[in-house]
T-cell receptor, first 113, second 115 residues
Framework: AQKITQTQPGMFVQEKEAVTLDCTYD???????LFWYKQPSSGEMIFLIYQGSYDQQNATEGRYSLNFQKARKSANLVISASQLGDSAMYFC??????????FGAGTRLFVKA | DVKVTQSSRYLVKRTGEKVFLECVQD?????MFWYRQDPGLGLRLIYFSYDVKMKEKGDIPEGYSVSREKKERFSLILESASTNQTSMYLCASSLRTLSSTDTQYFGPGTRLTVL
């Protein structure tokens, strides 16, 4: 069975600084996809970034990048130049090809002005 | 851009009522999902549909049913609402079938309160 662990329930970061949100995963399947979502207080889950298990390079999408360390089974999200609008819950998720995507418990990020 | 819409952002119902939550996606996606989200429990899959009239149970299907009569629309039905079904309900859709690259796109959510 797959599992996602997000060990940081809450994080603070100063505006304009970078922040890393941790995610470790557990799966015995060699083929999988890792996802990060953002959930503002409004409730909608917004897709941020995807990393495939066979991708050679770390994924990047604008200010978001994924620090993928396959041997350590970690897929940390890095947000550069934090903005006040980045304050939200962030969820890491894994899919190994079935219909079930497993989500972590989430990390709440607070960006300070 | 994928757009997933849900019929209500907030809903208040009474115990025993039949409740319909509607979800519509506009990108011709094959797959649609219903989750509930509760503090400390994360997202839990209620039901999944991979085609019109096709459905699969998720982790917590008890007390719920679903309907998919058209590809773009996926309804969640609470036959007789109970207070323990008070929660945030999230609908999602995805393009490919059973692929690990399948990105799910979510609607804005419905906060349901059952009194």
């Amino acid at each position: 069975a797959q599992k996602i662990t997000q060990t940081q329930p809450g994080m603070f970061v100063q505006e304009k600084e970078a922040v890393t949100l941790d995610c470790t995963y557990d799966t015995s399947d060699p083929s999988y996809g890792l996802f990060w979502y953002k959930q503002p207080s409004s409730g909608e889950m917004i897709f941020l970034i995807y990393q495939g298990s066979y991708d050679q390079q770390n994924a990047t999408e604008g200010r978001y990048s994924l620090n993928f360390q396959k041997a350590r089974k970690s897929a940390n999200l890095v947000i550069s130049a934090s903005q006040l609008g980045d304050s939200a819950m962030y969820f890491c998720a894994i899919n190994t090809g079935g219909f079930k995507t497993i989500f972590g418990a989430g990390t709440r990020l607070f960006v300070k002005a | 851009d994928v757009k997933v819409t849900q019929s209500s952002r907030y809903l208040v119902k009474r115990t025993g009522e039949k409740v319909f939550l509607e979800c519509v996606q506009d990108m011709d996606h094959e797959n649609m999902f219903w989750y509930r989200q509760d503090p400390g429990l994360g997202l839990r899959l209620i039901y999944f549909s991979y085609d019109v009239k096709m459905k699969e149970k998720g982790d917590i299907p008890e007390g719920y049913s679903v309907s998919r009569e058209k590809k773009e629309r996926f309804s969640l039905i609470l036959e007789s609402a109970s207070t323990n079904q008070t929660s945030m309900y999230l609908c999602a859709s995805s393009l490919r079938t059973l692929s690990s690259t399948d990105t799910q796109y979510f609607g804005p959510g419905t906060r349901l309160t059952v009194l």
